[in-house]
């Protein structure tokens, strides 16, 4: 089951799409310390990170 995540913040648009929720929640995590220095509260994290449906 692939899981997407879309940056919340302002101007910004990354998106990711992954098929492990571990993996997306790494490269979230990854994104927010590099673009935004800043970290994801694990519980936004779940909020942010969406399952989506197979295609
Ligand atoms: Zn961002």
């Known amino acids: 089951m692939p899981y997407q ?3 919340p913040r302002e101007r910004c648009c990354f998106e990711l799409r992954c098929d492990a929720d ?3 929640a790494r490269l979230a995590r ?3 310390r590099v673009a935004h220095c800043d970290r994801i509260a694990p519980a936004d994290l779940d909020r942010w ?3 989506i449906e197979a295609a």
Request: aromatic share 8%.
């Open 5 to 7: 995540f879309r940056c």
């Open 22 to 24: 571990h993996e997306a």
């Open 30 to 32: 990854a994104h927010a």
């Open 49 to 51: 990170l969406e399952r």
